[in-house]
Each structure stands twice: as C-alpha cells, then as structure tokens.
C-alpha cells in the first residue's frame, strides 16, 4: 500500500502556481482515479469548497476509496450548527454517492474557537457515533494551531503542510506529539504548489529575494544527480510518523510521472534548505504581482 492520497482539489477547480492544464476534465479524473488504484494508492482528498471536485468524483466512482473531506467555514450568522454540519455532509455523500467518509476535515480550525466550538465538536462526534465519519479533525496551515486547539479538542486526523522548505510541523515538536497520541497525520503541499519543481528560469521574479536558498537547492540537486521531483516525494515519503502524503495532480501524465519516482534511493535533502520565513512558505502570502 502506498503512503501517497490523491488530492483532487484540480478535480474541481484550476488550481496550482505550476498548473498550466486547468481544471481536470471528467474522463481524465476517470483515467486518473484508475491508475492510481491500481499503483496501490487507496485515500482521496478533496473538500466542499473545492468546486465540483466532489460532484466529479461521483461520477467517476469512488465508493471503493478511503475518502477525507472538509466542511467550509462555519457561516458566521447565528444557525443550528449540527443541522449545519449534517446538512453538508449528507449534501457531501450525496454528490460522492458514498454513504460514509473515512475522514471529515474542518477546512478553519478557528471555527473550534468559543462556544459555538464545543457545539462544532459535538457535531463531529454525533457522525462518528452514526457511523457515517471515522474520523474527525482538523486542516491546519501551520502548527501554532495545534497549541490553541489541543486542551480543548484531541483530533483523529490532523492534515498540514510539510515539505523539505517547511519543516513546521516536524521541528515544532507536534509530528512526534500527534504520532504518539495516535494521531493519523496526512501532509500536504509537498511541492509547495509546484514551485519546488520549477527550473529557474521559470520560476515568478517575486521570489528572486530568496536566491541563495533556490541556488543551494539547486547545487544539491545537481551534485545528486536527481531531479525536483524525486527528493521532494524522498523527503515526504521518509518520514515514518506521516501517514499519507497527499499529491495534487492536474494530468494523468503528471500522476504517472508522480508514481514512477516514487521508489527511489537518494539521499534525504539536507535540513539547511528548511525555511521559516512564512512569505515563502506559505503560498496565501504570496505576492506575484
């Protein structure tokens, strides 16, 4: 079995600074969903706010698959937030055409925040006790969440970004923590949205003020005689505490390329290439203008 979850976020929508293909048309996510079953692949990833990323999967056929979903934002008018929650995720199984979710995501971990939160939690837990979810928990964009959220909610299923430039989650200490509180730990964003795979030259001038790290990166890459590709899917897939490891494809081609590096010998990339400045690591502060 494979470590690697199909995300389907370009299922859906056109997504990615290196997606050059747009949205995936529906005989291709067909195609993709097949090959992939095949590789030993078993979890999707996709969402509610990701377009018609479910309605697509539906069609497709996906009832065999481990599926992990994630309920928007909490509408921020006063409403009866368990109808709310129940109400998404019949509309979710619906457009699936599944009858249960092995994960269910919240997309805002701040939606936990006061005391619409406890009732947020006793929404989730009523869909576990109905079976209809496995496991409940939280979509996080960088580890300081986990400190607010932990004394107040023990997640199933933590998602979050990590890859070789952002290392948060492993350095802050909460990748061993969750592991040994038994944690499912899914990992995103290991291409940093394809910037990590771009050459050079391709590569958005709003990021030349990063230079002397994209110029070690390179300088490794070339001393290994390795491609972009490799060491990032290396460096995702070494880390024994990950569970899944979840790669965003906008082509059948890509998937394949993906699934064709996936056993590899080389080295880990070196811990120097880790980077905390969040301009760089985290792609919603992005300036490409």
């Not at 377009?51 to 909490?74: D, H, N, T």
Request: aromatic fraction near 6%; include cysteine; proline fraction near 5%.
């Amino acid at each position: 079995m494979l470590k690697l979850a199909l995300g389907t976020v370009q299922f859906g929508l056109p997504y990615g600074i290196a997606n050059q293909s747009g949205q995936v048309s529906i005989v291709e996510a067909g195609a993709m969903l097949k090959l992939a079953a095949q590789s030993g692949i078993d979890t999707l990833d996709t969402a509610i706010a990701y377009g018609e990323s479910e309605a697509r999967l539906g069609e497709a056929g996906c009832s065999e698959w481990k599926i992990v979903s994630k309920l928007p934002e909490m509408p921020k008018e006063n409403i009866d937030i368990e109808g709310w929650v129940e109400t998404a995720v019949e509309s979710s199984l619906e457009r699936l055409k599944v009858r249960r979710l092995y994960g269910l995501l919240l997309h805002r971990s701040q939606d936990l925040d006061g005391p619409k939160g406890d009732i947020l939690i006793r929404a989730l837990e009523t869909l576990k006790a109905k079976g209809v979810v496995e496991k409940t928990g939280i979509s996080i964009y960088e580890p300081g969440e986990l400190d607010d959220l932990w004394p107040r909610y023990k997640p199933d299923l933590v998602q979050a970004p990590f890859n070789l430039l952002d290392r948060r989650l492993e350095t802050s200490g909460w990748l061993t923590k969750l592991q040994q509180n038994f944690v499912e730990v899914h990992i995103r964003s290991i291409f940093l949205q394809g910037l990590l795979l771009m050459e050079k030259q391709d590569r958005p001038a709003s990021f030349g003020r990063w230079k002397p790290l994209w110029d070690e990166w390179h300088r490794w890459l070339e001393e290994q005689s390795v491609t972009p590709l490799q060491a990032c899917l290396k460096f995702a897939l070494s880390q024994p505490e990950i569970s899944r490891v979840v790669i965003g494809v906008d082509s059948l081609k890509q998937l394949q390329e993906i699934l064709d590096n996936v056993q590899n010998s080389i080295k880990i990339p070196p811990a120097t290439l880790a980077c905390n400045d969040v301009n760089l690591i985290n792609p919603s502060l992005w300036n490409l203008h």
